[in-house]
Structure formats: C-alpha cells, structure tokens
C-alpha cells in the first residue's frame, strides 16, 4: 500500500514534470496562427521549383505531412501542428539540399568529364609537339 | 476497484517501460550512426555546426527520461541535415578542385596549344617557302625554256633570214649569169655575124681575110668559144683554095713593149694555125708568123685605129 502510494506520487510527480516541460517547450516557440499559411505557400512555391523534382521522397514526405498539419490545426490542436510543422521545415530543408546535392554532383561529374577530355586533348596536342 | 486501479497503473508502468525499451533502441541506433557519421575521414572538416546540432539533439534525448517521437524524429532529421550539408561541402570542396584542376589544365593546353600552333605556323612557312622556291624554280626553267625557244626562233628567222639572202644572192646570181649569158649569146651572135661578114681582098700576096680582135680574149691569145664554133666562113674561104699555101699573121697595135707585142702576135697566129688544123686543114699548109706591131693599117693614136691594128690577116699565098 504504501509502495503503491509512493508509485504513485512518483508518477504524478513524473507527469508534473513533463507537463512543465512542455509547458516550458512550448514557452520557447510561440503559436503563430498563421503559420499553417505561410508553410503552405512556402510548400507550394517549393512544388513550383525544380527541388520538386530533385527530391521526390521528401516531396512525397511535405504533401503527407501538410494533410497533418492541416487536420492538426482544424482540430486546433496547436502543439502538434507546431511540431509537424517543424517536421515539414526540416523536409524542406533536406529537400532543398537534396536538390543541391544532386546539382553539385552533376557539375562535378560535368567537370570530371572536361578534365578527362582535357587531359585527353593535351596528351594529343603534346603528342605533336613530339 | 482499488486492485484494478493498481494492475492499471502497473500496465501503464509496463507499457511505458516496454516504449522506453524501444525508444532507447532507436536513440542507440541513433548515436551510432551519429558516431559512424562522424568518423567518416572525408566529411571531417565539414559541416561542423550541424554535427553539433544533431549531436545536441541526440544528447538532450538521452538526458530525457521520456524522449518523445517527434524529438527523434528531429533528431534524426538533424543528423541526416548534418550528412547532407557535410557532403554538399565535400562536394563543393569536390568541385572547387576541380576547377582548380581544369583551370591548371586549361591554361597547360593553352600553352601547349600556343606550342603546336607556333609549330603548324612553323610548319606551314616552311611549306610555304618549299613551294615559293617550287615555283620559282618551275618559272626559271620555264624562262630559260622560253629564252632557248626564243633562241631557236631567231637562229630559225636568222637562217631563214640568211637562206631568204642566200636565194635572193642565188637569184642575182642567176640573173647575172643570165645576163652574162645573154651577153654570150650576144657577142657569139655578134662574133657569128662579123665571122660571116668577113670579107676577102685581094693584096700582092694574095687572097686576105682579116679576122679582128674580136676574135681573140682581151690581152691573150685565147681565141673565143664562140668564134671557134663559127668559123665556117674563114674554112669555107680556105676550101676555096686548096692547093695554095696559107699564111697566117698576128698583128698588135702600139699598146705596150715591143717585144711582149711580137710574142703576143706570134701566139695568137699561132692559136688561128691550131684552129684550122683542127678543121681538118693540112698544117703543112699553114705558116703562122707573129707580126707585132711593124704592120700597122692604122693611126694607133686612136683607140678605133688601135682596134684595127689588132688583127690576124689569113693569107692564101699566090703560087
């Protein structure tokens, strides 16, 4: 009986904690209402763009997402539109380097191969030099 | 209702112990990766906050009791920013070598390029200077062609030139040597006439016949072609007479020596004696005597008496 109170206590104490926790999380990121909004726009700009394209995966990832978000906010449930909303971010993040990623390996390849025919073009041009 | 309340919290208890247990698998799962991300060589330099992002997050999830799905979530969504932006500086590092590297090598081919380009140039002056001289060389022997054709042509108008002269010499030569026949022709015409005009006279001595000096070369005792061909009057005159004795006299005018003009006459009588005994007249018969100019039958003062005393008087002696 008294273990059990003792439990008890622990887990309301743990409870107490976790929900000040929150409460300080929550504390840190203020609700902004229009947030959804701009996260909208700034998906569909990003569905405009070649990123799109790039990163399908994370595409597919933002458009899930977005349909949580907005469930999220039409139930007004604000701490979890907050964090699916900081979900997308980091997606758009990743989408965009991504998207970088595969332009920055295209160049390289682009300028692996101009090096290649280079080399090649110089050992013929030093061959007539011969 | 107090035991049910009990084997609830117990299985509350349990059931979060159960997702603690996995929370704490993921959160392992998480730092190693983190932890192999890092030790990876080539991504070292790079994206040093971002680690440092993931590897705060990956911290505070251990330091919560209660790590919740969204913190992992963002705590793996760190680390694989983390991985991205690591390559997208290894790669931006990547290309910038690169670049330094064709760079490098594009300025090499521009300079070897330069090489080979002074090279051709070289080359084709050379060239260049091969077929000048080609063409030089063609055109001097096309010169020196055209210069011996020239020559060749010259010497041909040169000959043809001579040749052209050399006909036209010919042609006067003929027309000369016509004339000089037709002048023949003339004076043995001349010869035959005065030769069949000759005359006897009757002197002392007997029958004459005179034969002028036409009859002879000038200054010699030759006596012409002509008059030798056309001598029938003066042997048909002698046939008149054949039993007489002939004499024949050379006679000169004053011109020149005495003596050179007594030879001159003996000779040329002498010459009429070989004449008609070639006709078939009996040299016996014929006494040739050279005069000189003791018998004159004109004044030698003039050139027609002069022309009168060179004679040769054939004489059909009396008996």
């Known amino acids: 009986m008294k273990t059990a109170k003792i439990v008890s206590k622990n887990t309301l104490m ?11 999380v929550s504390a840190k990121k203020k609700y902004d209402k229009e947030g959804y909004f701009k996260l909208e726009a700034k998906v569909q700009a990003l569905m405009a763009s070649p990123v799109a394209s790039a990163a399908p995966l994370e595409m597919k990832f933002i458009r899930e ?18 964090q699916i909303t900081e979900q997308i971010e980091a997606e758009i993040q990743i989408a965009h380097l991504r998207s970088e990623l595969n332009q920055l390996n295209a160049e390289l390849l682009n300028k692996r191969d101009q090096v290649s025919a280079g080399e090649v073009y110089l050992l013929e041009l030093k061959e007539q030099l011969k | 209702m107090k035991a049910l309340t009990y084997i609830t919290l117990i299985a509350l208890l349990l059931l979060s112990q159960i997702g603690a247990a996995k929370k704490n698998l993921e959160l392992e799962a998480l730092r190693i990766e983190y932890e192999n991300f890092y030790q990876v060589e080539k991504y070292k330099p790079f994206a040093k906050n971002e680690k440092r992002n993931a590897k705060e997050h990956i911290e505070a999830l251990y330091k919560s009791r209660k790590p919740k799905d969204h913190e992992v979530f963002m705590a793996r969504k760190q680390l694989v920013i983390a991985k991205m932006v690591a ?61 011996q ?30 004339q000089e026949a037709d002048l023949a022709f003339e004076e043995i015409d001349a010869l035959k006439r005065q030769l069949e005009s000759l005359a006897s006279r ?21 006596i012409k072609q002509g008059a030798i061909e056309n001598f029938t009057k003066v042997i048909e005159f002698i046939d008149g007479y ?23 006459s003996q000779k040329r009588a002498d010459a009429v004696r070989l004449l008609l005994m070639n006709y078939g007249i009996d040299g016996d018969r014929v006494e040739a005597i050279g005069m000189g100019e003791s018998l004159p039958v004109a004044d030698n003062a003039t050139a027609s008496g002069k022309s009168k005393n060179r004679r040769v008087d054939i004489i059909i002696l009396n008996n």
């Open chain 2, 202 to 222: 009757e002197t002392a001595d007997g029958m004459v016949m005179t034969l002028g000096d036409f009859v002879f070369d000038s200054a010699s005792a030759n």
């Open chain 2, 87 to 147: 390559e997208k500086q290894h790669l931006e590092a990547e290309l910038a070598t690169t670049e330094e590297r064709l760079e490098a090598l594009n300025l090499e081919t521009l300079r070897v390029d330069a090489q080979v380009a002074r090279l051709q140039a070289d080359r084709a002056q050379l060239l260049l200077n091969l077929q000048e001289e080609e063409v030089a060389r063609i055109e001097s022997e096309k010169q020196a062609a055209l210069e």
């Open chain 2, 242 to 264: 054949p039993d007489r004795q002939i004499r024949v006299e050379g006679h000169t005018d004053s011109s020149g020596s005495e003596s050179f003009n007594l030879n001159l």
């Open chain 1, 65 to 82: 997402k977005m349909v949580l978000a907005k469930a999220a906010k039409a139930d007004r449930k604000r701490k979890l539109e907050m």
């Open chain 1, 14 to 24: 743990a409870a107490m904690v976790m929900a000040l926790m929150t409460t300080a």
């Open chain 2, 149 to 178: 054709a020239n020559e060749q042509i010259e010497q041909t108008q040169a000959e043809l030139e001579d040749t052209k002269a050399y006909a036209k010499q010919q042609e006067e030569v003929a027309n000369l040597a016509k």
